[in-house]
């Protein structure tokens, strides 16, 4: 199985980060491919993106200043099989990443993925800290395996994400003379 490439550049409006990539994706080599998976119907119903795009456009996000990662790269059936050692890695590496590449958003697919990386618990939604001066955003998990928030529930976030990235677009415009 493949292992993602990160879709990133110095300074994007956006750097989504999931948990690690499942099987699906890693066969297909493309993020969010799993057959139950929403991420692509929530990025755009939310209107986070101004077109439908599928698992096969990821590359495309780049078009839009958003960036693809994962906190854990190796593809696996289920968070359960992920080692404590790769989270430590993952911590590591993305904290590189984001100093790196300075988005000036951060949104991690999930609770999980976000608790795994901060080391603490969170809540939905915006954060009250940032991460190497980014606003942190936490959305509910897209995967098919997450079946706790319906697609209702969950397009609210992305939809609460959108307005996060336009306000951050007004306040950016605001500064420059």
Not at 34 to 59: C, I, K, M, T
Not at 141 to 153: K, L, M, W, Y
Request: hydrophobic share 35%; charged share 25%; net charge positive.
């Amino acid at each position: 199985m493949r292992i993602l490439p990160d879709y990133m550049r110095d300074g994007m409006k956006l750097l989504i980060v999931g948990f690690n990539p499942g099987e699906a994706s890693a066969r297909a080599g493309h993020y969010y491919a799993g057959r139950g998976n929403q991420f692509w119907s929530l990025l755009y119903g939310g209107g986070v993106v101004p077109e439908a795009l599928e698992a096969e456009d990821d590359r495309r996000l780049m078009e839009f200043g958003i960036g693809l990662t994962d906190l854990v790269k190796r593809p696996s059936r289920g968070i359960e099989e992920i080692k404590r050692e790769e989270y430590a890695e993952g911590r590591v590496m993305l904290s590189q990443k984001l100093e790196q590449h300075q988005p000036r958003v951060i949104a991690f697919n999930g609770k999980l993925a976000y608790e795994k990386f901060s080391g603490r618990p969170c809540k939905l939604g915006l954060q009250k800290e940032k991460l190497y001066g980014a606003q942190v955003f936490v959305l509910p998990s897209t995967s098919g395996q997450n079946a706790g928030d319906s697609a209702t529930d969950k397009v609210t976030y992305f939809k609460q994400l959108a307005s996060l990235l336009s306000e951050r677009a007004i306040a950016k415009g605001a500064g420059r003379s």
